[in-house]
């Protein structure tokens, strides 16, 4: 089964729910628009069904319970597939009037992402499943441009949206943690076919009354709550050399909440230090040799600071 059609299994589920879990279906040029958030309340089921749907069905999505309450968890045996040919925000969605980041498996259909040449997931599926993070439904004309970037094998395509000022949308965009961190050893170099499976919990976020605010929480859940588990096949000198190197605390950015550092920047994202955006923690349980390596440290009394703030 491909990405895709596993993804839409979960899709299928979300919409069939649409009406216990507050959401709303509608048609949009030819494509199903499943709203989590926007023009509705959404809730918890909705976000979690959001985050699976990211994942491709590839990863365990769950609410738990933390030291600053409830928290995110996603676990995988795929995390390559899962969280970066499918979950990982790669795909630049523009048309007049309408700019969104595109997340899951019709990324892997679309397949233009440099990222693709270095990890599985390429595939010309029958159908194509997106998750938009945005309180605008998109317009036939952005309908038309993901068409026209997908293979012609796809004869559906279906997009879960939602803002990350709502409920689902903060759900969805908190369960990255284990995807920053392997994003995080892409740019590093890190060989990926080491990662075998992995978890990533990070504290729920409140749900921020607008967007900016919103950014700034599910940002701070990850880079100073996220912590993250690799089991990998890996030497353990390339683990010690790496390994210091991935949690957010490596970066000269670290140490403030993320929306004192967007204003720092004048509101530009790129000015940001890249070496900032990944979880507060990361274990490498190394099957090869039986080691543990732990790098970084949750910084819960920061993210309480950003909670209220």
Known sequence: MTLNESAMKCADLLAAN????????????????????????GGLQAGLQMARICTAGLAEVCLTSGELGPEIQVAS???IRACLAS????????APGFFVMGSGPMRAASGREAIFD???????????????????????EVI???????????????????PASSMAGTIQVVARSLETALHKLHELKFDLRQVLSGIGVAPLAPVAAEEGKAIGWTNDAILYGG????????????????GPKVPSSASSDYGAPFGEIFKRYNGDFYKIDPLLFSPAEIEFRNLKTGRVHHFGKANFDLLRRSFVG
């Open 227 to 242: 912590r993250v588990v690799l089991w990998v096949r890996a030497d353990d000198e390339i683990l010690d050399q790496i």
């Open 118 to 140: 270095h990890i599985p997931g390429r595939e010309q599926p029958p159908c194509a499943v997106g998750v938009l993070e945005t309180r605008k439904h998109p317009t036939e």
């Open 87 to 94: 979950q990982y925000a790669g795909w630049q969605i523009k």
């Open 18 to 41: 649409a009406s216990a879990w507050r959401c709303g279906v509608s048609n949009v040029g030819g494509a199903r628009v499943i709203d989590c958030g926007g023009a509705v309340t």
């Open 144 to 162: 038309a441009y993901l068409v026209s970037q997908l293979p012609t094998t796809a004869e559906s395509l279906t997009l879960a949206v939602a």
């Open 77 to 79: 045996d795929d995390p």
